[in-house]
């Protein structure tokens, strides 16, 4: 029971924790700031080292270093005590790092009293909301409060006001190799030419291959399937190109599902494969069954 009043009191707490702040807009001058708490030095800050969010583009802080300059910080940032005269930032890293780069000794703070598990998730979901993650960091973000917080995928969606099945495709990214989510993360690769490589033989060479010509998701997926149908005995199994359509079907039944789909069509019939990884997902697939009879 208190880990589902957690659950609901985490959607609250985001509105009472950063709602106030969206009703500045980036555009607006100083003089209209929310006010904060009190004005904190900057030496005094530091991040959440579990936030998930690890990349931040230097051409963009230094933009905003500049507006800053300019106009000062319109957004505080979020932050609580965790030591004298030290603070943690729950939001706002991004806006701490260009006051720094602005030069600014001191930065406006809403102070707020929460515990690790309550940062963490804040971290978390105040992050995917504001489509500030790449693919890879908002899987890992998933990933952690799953593991260490009991959350299922139907609770994250309703956290984050997102489908389950956005959770499953986002969680898929994390059983690529290394070196097809360091592509992933630089933003070299889209979520979706990755997930089209996930139940390939050599997802690295493919997503090489997708890069180096420069593939649109659609054909990536064609070059999936070629790979897979040519994955066996090319003597009991000879490769077979799908049809586009077939191909489009399988991607949209994956993206709503949040698995992997499987359709081998033939003039006299043919068959849907489900691929699941979990009894949790087998469950899922039988309680949605089960619910369309």
């Not at 208190?2 to 702040?21: C, P, Q």
């Not at 929310?34 to 963009?60: G, K, L, Q, W, Y």
């Not at 043919?270 to 899922?284: C, T, V």
Request: net charge negative; charged share 30%.
């Amino acid at each position: 029971m208190s880990e589902d009043n957690s659950k609901r009191r985490l959607g609250r707490g985001l509105a009472a924790l950063i709602g106030d702040i969206e009703k500045a807009e980036p555009s607006e001058p100083a003089t209209v700031q929310v006010t904060a708490d009190r004005r904190i030095p900057v030496e005094f800050i530091s991040r959440n080292p579990r936030n998930p969010r690890r990349h931040f583009e230097e051409e963009d802080l230094r933009d905003l270093a500049a507006s800053v300059r300019q106009h000062g910080i319109v957004q505080p940032v979020v932050v609580r005590t965790i030591g004298e005269q030290r603070f943690e930032i729950i939001a706002g890293e991004r806006r701490w790092r260009a006051a720094q780069l602005a030069g600014l000794s001191e930065v406006p703070a809403l102070i707020r009293d929460v515990d690790d598990r309550t940062a963490l998730e804040i971290a978390i979901v105040e992050n995917v909301q504001r489509a500030d993650l790449n693919p890879l960091e908002e899987a890992n973000g998933y990933e952690l409060l799953m593991a260490e917080h009991g959350y299922t995928q139907n609770d994250l969606g309703e956290i984050i006001g997102k489908s389950r099945s956005h959770v499953a495709n986002s969680l898929r990214l994390l059983k690529l190799p290394e070196g097809v989510r360091g592509m992933l993360a630089d933003g070299i690769l889209s979520a979706g030419h990755a997930r089209a490589l996930i139940s390939t033989p050599d997802p690295l060479a493919l997503a090489q291959t997708v890069v180096q010509k420069g593939l649109s998701v659609r054909e990536a997926e064609k070059l999936a399937q070629k790979a897979i149908d040519g994955g066996g005995s090319r003597a009991s199994r000879p490769a077979r190109q799908k049809d586009a359509d077939t191909l489009a079907l399988e991607r949209s039944l994956s993206d709503r599902l949040g698995l992997a789909i499987t359709i081998d069509h033939k003039s006299d019939g043919g068959q849907i494969k489900i691929a699941y990884s979990s009894l949790d997902q087998l469950d899922d697939i039988c309680r949605r069954l089960e619910r369309n009879p």
